[in-house]
């Protein structure tokens, strides 16, 4: 919409829904090759049963449907998964959320599970203002006087623990532009006990006490039975007018420098020489960085573990299908496509499950392509199996569903 020229009121700003929908109704053909363009069609024919585009001609008919279908009793949260079949859903949540909606969500009635999962963010954002704020904020929540690095570990096991119980399963970090070395739990507790005192640090001792936290936690998730998820490489400060606009996220991010191969061998080693490494998932925002994590994922297995590290699915500016095509391509060529997760979204839309069907047809097109220039065996039970692995029974095994 921005590179259409829609004014920013009418995209993140104080204008009304209605005149929001219309302009997205007039940027939608405009659209044409972008996946938006096939996003949108999928959405509106699978849940609401329109064959015909959005378009400004078409805005008012869209909309009366859509409103009219939304009012029905299917048309719920839980019924609109329920539509296309989900059978689990990841939440995103801080460490300090409250997750007692999770538990009442699990003695709701119904097909969908609904399970938290860790954004990790806050607890190593040291180089940030408020975090000696959110340490404080840690404190009050777990009844832990956090005035040392061993309290500050203890504060965060005991939240931990509160996901585990709620059922977590995985733990995110965006790691967008990070070094990593090796640093003993003394020096991460000399820098803790400064940065808690707010003491200025040096862009290097920031770096070696992020460091030492992302080494305590991956020996947590690993205890846990957790898998670690990696987002590599976003670029999250671009135009600072749209960030004045919009906030923080505020949908202007782009792909930053390729991953810090050196760094992200250096942590896993770690964690792998002290016996904790946990099963991780590598979602590199650029796409040069496909080949080399690809690869990078077979240095790090364990015995009857089945993609232990694993290069994830392309992942938001590749989650369309040439970024997919690519991936796909790094993962067949590099490793066991055989034993890939398949897709994942993270668009934060009920409907955006309809992406889970674009990301099949991509696959299995890609697939015909392989066995018509005779790559691939042209055997539709062993295709087949390929195909189901790929699109759930990979993700239900790797995620212990």
Request: aromatic share 8%; proline share 4%; charged share 20%.
């Amino acid at each position: 919409m921005r590179i259409a020229g829609v004014p920013e009121r009418a995209i993140t700003g104080d204008a009304p829904v209605r005149e929001k929908f219309n302009c997205w109704a007039a940027t939608v053909p405009r659209t044409v090759g972008n996946p938006l363009h096939h996003w949108t069609a999928l959405e509106l024919k699978r849940f609401f049963a329109l064959d015909e585009p959005l378009t400004a001609a078409t805005a008012q008919r869209t909309w009366d449907v859509c409103n009219a279908r939304l009012a029905e009793s299917g048309f719920s949260a839980r019924g609109l998964l329920a539509q296309r079949g989900v059978e689990w859903v990841c939440t995103s949540d801080r460490l300090l959320d409250d997750l007692s909606s999770h538990a009442a969500i699990a003695r709701a009635p119904g097909a969908v599970r609904v399970l938290p999962s860790l954004r990790s963010d806050d607890i190593v954002a040291v180089e940030l203002p408020e975090f000696v704020g959110w340490v404080r904020q840690l404190g009050a929540a777990t009844g832990i006087a956090v005035t040392d690095y061993a309290a500050f570990q203890e504060a965060v096991g005991q939240r931990l623990d509160v996901f585990e119980a709620a059922g977590c399963r995985l733990a995110d970090h965006a790691l967008d532009d990070w070094s990593y070395e090796t640093v003993t739990d003394s020096d991460a507790s000399m820098l803790f006990t400064r940065r808690l005192q707010e003491e200025a640090l040096s862009t290097v001792e920031h770096m070696r006490l992020c460091a030492g936290i992302l080494r305590f936690l991956g020996v947590s998730y690993a205890r846990r039975g957790w898998i670690m998820q990696l987002h590599l490489g976003a670029q999250r400060r671009t135009s600072s007018r749209l960030r004045r606009l919009a906030g923080p996220a505020g949908g202007y991010a782009g792909i930053g420098r390729g991953c810090d191969v050196p760094s992200l061998v250096a942590w896993l080693d770690d964690l792998e020489d002290a016996g904790a490494l946990p099963r991780t998932i590598l979602y590199p925002l650029s796409p040069t960085d496909f080949a080399p994590l690809a690869v990078l994922a077979g240095s790090f297995v364990e015995d009857g573990v089945a993609g232990k590290v694993q290069l994830g699915p392309a992942w938001w500016f590749n989650d369309q299908a040439g970024g997919m095509r690519a991936q796909l391509e790094a993962i067949s060529n590099y490793g066991l496509l055989s034993v890939f997760i398949g897709m994942t979204t993270d668009s934060r839309s009920l409907l955006s499950m309809t992406r889970h069907e674009y990301f099949r047809r991509v696959f299995c097109d890609w697939l015909g392509e392989q066995v018509k220039a005779g790559t691939m065996p042209s055997d539709l039970n062993e295709l087949g199996a390929l195909v189901r692995a790929v699109s759930a029974e990979n993700a239900r095994r790797y995620l212990r569903l």
